[in-house]
């Protein structure tokens, strides 16, 4: 392990030799490779110049705008072009977060703080919308109503029965992460308004690909805030934006609804902290590269970038229904490929396309849905898309010819059960000791026919165990 505080200094140059050797055990995260976690435009210049406009702003604090006016015109400059792309008008506001769980946390902390009468508020969100509400109602003290979907979206009776009068918030997805597809938007909406009860939208994920999929004839409801009833929606520009990591934005209808939104406080000896979202000291490095990013790409040039994304979606669909042993489990209607086993275990099925550098993202088993592959696709997929159905239909024939995993006879387990000295023997017993993450078939396999409190109690411990300098 590098020693981060040396007796004394290191040059320059041998901390960034080390900080390169480093990133040399990381995936890909460009080349159209990596189906998860990094979105690639493909945009020659654009990292550099997200760099030098994120050098130019690093040192800028975003706690207080009077004393970095640049900061607040580059705030209110995102906030308003994504008012524009998102169905806003001139009543609409919005804050600038760290990203999209941050923005939903914030979503449902205006919803909870408008209703101080409420002793026991509740969220209603469908089974498939983001974990991030199950973390805000957990950090929140609200009480989480997780409604059944039907054909994975959101059933509007199934979401109107949820109501209650407690209910402060009721959400929906577009589209939801995991499969990709939009909820019914427009009838959720005038349902949560009829019962008096704020709406959002979670477009953390597509909502700034959507637009311009539409705009191209894509056959997707409205979802923003130009539906009657959606009170808020949110967007990660880290995402379909393709600015660097760190930047979403939180719009509301109204200045109204997002003033239970702040934090102020004045009962201490210091300055009255007054934060529009959870943090306080805030880098203008990650505002500032989103904000060259967007004047950079322009609305043009999103609606191009668009367009790869989707050609490479339809490149991949066909991949995967051309090859015996997988099928798409979901429509590939957005941004996102989602394939299940027709035939093959799909976990080996990952191991053998990252084998072959294809890096996809395993999902488990929830309620009736069964194991899926996730693929979020970008611009940069567009121009190695072709290779993937080749190397898909060699992956499916070696992971036929190895078989389903097959799990030896484990001790019934708890989560209560779980301990750092079992998580360490669990990890080397499954080769994960020495920190070669590239098979991971066996793991998955675990993972999956664990109930998901022993899951979390697995993952958690596993997580701690590598959060650790010794």
Same mark, same amino acid.
């Given at each position: 392990?590098?020693? +981060?505080? *040396? &007796? ?124 991030? $509400? =199950? ?7 609200? +009480? ?12 509007? @009776? ?34 949560? =308004? ?10 953390? $994920?597509?909502?700034?690909?959507? *637009? ?15 539906? @009657? ?6 967007? &990660? ?28 406080? #004045? ?38 970038? =668009? ?62 849905? *069964? ?7 970008? +611009? ?17 024939? #070696? ?8 799990? @030896? ?10 301990? *750092? ?50």
């Amino acid at each position: 392990m590098i020693d +981060a505080l *040396p &007796d004394k200094g290191v040059p320059g140059e041998q901390i960034l030799a080390e900080l390169h050797e480093m990133r040399g055990a990381d995936l890909p995260t460009h080349g159209g490779r990596l189906f998860a976690y990094v979105y690639d435009p493909a945009v020659d210049g654009l990292d550099e110049l997200a760099r030098a406009a994120y050098a130019i702003s690093a040192q800028v604090n975003g706690l207080d705008p009077t004393a970095f006016p640049s900061l607040l015109a580059m705030e209110n400059a995102l906030v308003g072009a994504a008012a524009r792309l998102l169905g806003g008008d001139r009543d609409t506001v919005g804050s600038v977060t760290s990203g999209g769980t941050e923005s939903l946390i914030l979503a449902v902390k205006a919803a909870r703080d408008a209703h101080p009468e409420i002793a026991n508020p509740r969220l209603v969100v469908p089974s498939t919308a983001h974990a991030a $509400f =199950a973390k805000a109602a957990h950090y929140l003290r609200v +009480a989480l109503d997780v409604v059944p979907v039907t054909g994975l979206r959101a059933d509007p @009776p199934a979401m109107a029965a949820a109501i209650s009068p407690d209910t402060v918030l009721v959400a929906a997805s577009a589209p939801s992460y995991a499969h990709g597809v939009v909820d019914p938007i427009p009838q959720l909406a005038a349902i949560a =308004a009829e019962r008096g009860v704020r709406f959002h939208v979670d477009a953390c $994920f597509g909502g700034w690909v959507l *637009p311009y999929l539409r705009r191209l004839g894509a056959d997707l409801p409205a979802f923003d805030l130009s539906v @009657p009833g959606v009170t808020s929606i949110s967007v &990660d520009l880290h995402k379909y934006a393709y600015a660097p990591k760190g930047v979403s934005v939180l719009l509301h209808r109204t200045e109204e609804l997002r003033l239970p939104q702040y934090f102020a406080y #004045a009962g201490w000896p210091g300055y009255t902290m007054i934060n529009p979202v959870i943090s306080s000291t805030r880098s203008g490095g990650p505002i500032a590269a989103a904000f060259a990013t967007l004047r950079s790409i322009g609305d043009s040039g999103y609606q191009e970038l =668009a367009a790869q994304t989707r050609d490479a979606v339809r490149i991949l669909a066909d991949a995967v229904s051309a090859t015996d042993g997988v099928r798409l489990y979901a429509p590939a209607e957005t941004s996102v490929v989602c394939l299940a086993s027709d035939g093959v275990d799909l976990f080996v099925l990952a191991d053998e396309l990252a084998a072959r550098g294809w890096h996809t993202q395993p999902q488990m088993a929830c309620a009736d849905l *069964p194991p899926t592959i996730h693929l979020t696709v970008t +611009a940069a997929v567009r121009a190695t898309a072709p290779g993937f159905a080749a190397d898909l239909e060699a992956a499916a024939a #070696a992971a036929r010819e190895r078989g389903p995993i097959e799990l @030896p006879p484990l001790p019934p387990l708890t989560p209560e059960m779980i301990t *750092p000295a079992l998580i360490a023997n669990l990890a080397e017993g499954l080769g994960l000791g020495g920190g070669d993450f590239s098979r991971m078939a066996a793991v998955n396999t675990l993972l999956n026919a664990a109930p998901p409190a022993l899951r979390e109690a697995l993952l958690t411990g596993f997580l701690s165990l590598l959060q650790r300098p010794a």
